[in-house]
C-alpha cells in the first residue's frame, strides 16, 4: 500500500505564511512527480504547484511568486511554501504523487487526504 500524509495546514491571517508537507510511504519503487492541488467546497480540485523528481516546478497562475514547491527524493517528501496568503487562497490543500511500486508495475497517481487551509482575520 501507497500513503500520502499531509501536515501543516490551519489558520493565518492575511499576509501571512503557511508550510504545508506531504510524505509518501509504503510499497515505492519510484516517484517521479508531487504536487499540490486545492479544492474550495462547491468547486472542482484546481492545481497550484508541481515538482518533478529532477527538481523541475510548474505554478498554477494564482500561486506564482507566493508559493514555492520543493521536495526531499530521499525522504519522498513535498513541500509547499505559501507566502502573502489570501482570503481566496482558503481551500483543502491535497497532496498527489506518480508513485511505480515495482519495476514491472504501472505509474499509478495517489492522493493524500487533505489538509485545510484557513486564511481569515
Known amino acids: 500500500q501507497v500513503q500520502l500524509v499531509e501536515s501543516g495546514g490551519g489558520l493565518v491571517q492575511p499576509g501571512g505564511s503557511l508550510r504545508l508537507s506531504c510524505a509518501a510511504s509504503g510499497t515505492i519503487f519510484r516517484i517521479n512527480n508531487m504536487g499540490w492541488s486545492r479544492q474550495d467546497p462547491g468547486k472542482q480540485r484546481a492545481f497550484v504547484a508541481g515538482?518533478?523528481?529532477?527538481?523541475?516546478?510548474n505554478y498554477a497562475d494564482s500561486a506564482k511568486g507566493r508559493f514555492t514547491i520543493s521536495g526531499d527524493n530521499a525522504k519522498n517528501t513535498v513541500y509547499l511554501q505559501m507566502y502573502s496568503l489570501k482570503p481566496e487562497d482558503t481551500a483543502v490543500y491535497y497532496c498527489?504523487?506518480?508513485?511505480?511500486?515495482?519495476?514491472?508495475?504501472?505509474?499509478?497517481?495517489?492522493w493524500g487526504q487533505g489538509t485545510q487551509v484557513t486564511v481569515s482575520s
Open positions: 515538482i518533478s523528481s529532477g527538481g523541475t516546478t
Open positions: 498527489t504523487a506518480n508513485i511505480l511500486k515495482g519495476p514491472s508495475d504501472s505509474w499509478q497517481a495517489y
